[in-house]
């Protein structure tokens, strides 16, 4: 089992950069597949990157070349790099950890406005 925990999110300007964690605890963190989503209001989540335990990534096509996810396995955390906001970026961020089960964290809000 893997708990998980989201920070570095908060209000941001328009062409604005933030960088979210998602901290893990548990065991054997390297042999998950983890990923990110989001959720704004009155929208259903919506999937935006994942990166396999060899590393692999993909993203969707909304956010490819401004998000870039990324983890390291010695700290138990993962990351989403986050460059030029837009205000439809503004959402609940979770992360998710998948190894047969998969695990959430509680999310983390980010506010992309002037």
């Known amino acids: 089992q893997v708990q998980l925990v989201e920070s570095g999110g908060g209000l941001v300007q328009p062409g604005g950069s933030l960088r979210l964690s998602c901290a893990a605890s548990g065991r054997d963190f390297s042999s998950y597949d983890m990923g990110w989503y989001r959720q704004a209001p009155g929208k259903q989540r919506e999937f935006l990157a994942r990166?396999?335990?060899?590393?692999?990534?993909n993203y969707v096509s909304s956010v490819k070349g401004r998000f870039t996810i990324s983890r390291d396995n010695a700290k138990n955390t993962l990351y989403l790099q986050m460059n030029s906001l837009k205000p439809e970026d503004t959402a609940v961020y979770s992360c998710n950890a998948v190894r047969g089960y998969i695990y959430w964290g509680q999310g983390t809000q980010v506010t992309v406005s002037s």
């Open positions: 990166i396999s335990n060899s590393g692999n990534t």
